[in-house]
């Protein structure tokens, strides 16, 4: 059975600093790895999708890493700012259909 | 486009209460999703559609119904409501040609009590 984990739970960083975001699931048999950012009280907004053959996936100040024989991904935030600040979710897909299994978060605090 | 579309935001239910979750997309995206979060927890299957016509249970589907007559609509029914639903649910839907990235709606938040 596929379970995903994110480590820390929770970070609190002050502004401009570079962090990194861990993700690690068991079956690494996986076709993609989604990385979401939730607002409170909000939806999922999708921020990066990695296919199984690439290694990393980047948009603006967001890097994500994908390392399948590990079971690991990473979510690197480059200079922070407070409007970062928000609970990061990553998920990957099982077979038939993709349905998702999500990790339970990482709620990250940016302090200015 | 519109994306994925829920309604309605925030509904209170009385135990034994039913209702339907409205959910919506306009991407002609085939495959769609409802997900609940709890409190403080990842996001759970709840049942989920591969096409119109032909759904299926997800991780955590008992106390629900869904049905999809069209690729738009895939609406989720509460048929006797209990405290343990209290939740957030989120419709999603992907697409093979987008490299199955799923896109979320706004979320209905249901108390029950």
């Known amino acids: 059975k596929q379970e995903v984990t994110q480590i820390p739970a929770a970070l609190s960083v002050p502004e401009g600093e570079n962090l990194v975001l861990n993700c690690s699931f068991t079956?690494?048999?996986?076709?993609?790895l989604q990385w979401f950012r939730q607002d409170p009280g909000k939806g999922l907004t999708s921020l990066l999708l990695?296919?199984?053959?690439?290694r990393e996936q980047t948009s603006g100040r967001l890097n994500a890493s994908l390392d399948k024989s590990s079971g690991r991904s990473t979510l690197y935030i480059a200079a922070s700012q407070p409007g970062d600040s928000a609970t990061y979710l990553c998920?990957?897909?099982?077979?038939?259909?993709?349905?998702?299994?999500f990790g339970q978060g990482t709620r990250l605090t940016i302090n200015p | 486009n519109a994306g994925v579309t829920q309604t309605p935001k925030f509904r209170i239910l009385k135990i034994g209460q039913s209702m339907t979750l409205q959910c919506t997309q306009d991407?002609?995206?085939?495959?769609m999703y409802w997900y609940r979060q709890d409190p403080g927890m990842g996001l759970k299957l709840i049942y989920y559609?591969?096409?119109?016509?032909?759904?299926d249970k997800g991780e955590v589907p008992n106390g629900y119904n869904v049905s999809r007559s069209t690729t738009e609509d895939f609406p989720l029914r509460l048929e006797l409501a209990a405290p343990s639903q209290t939740s957030v649910y989120f419709c999603?839907?992907?697409?093979?040609?987008?490299?199955?990235?799923?896109?979320f709606g706004p979320g209905t938040r249901l108390t029950v009590l």
């Open positions: 991407m002609n995206h085939n495959y």
């Open positions: 999603a839907s992907s697409y093979p040609e987008r490299g199955w990235e799923q896109f």
């Open positions: 559609s591969v096409g119109a016509g032909i759904t």
């Open positions: 998920a990957v897909p099982i077979q038939g259909a993709q349905k998702l299994v």
């Open positions: 990695i296919q199984s053959s690439q």
């Open positions: 079956d690494s048999a996986i076709y993609n």
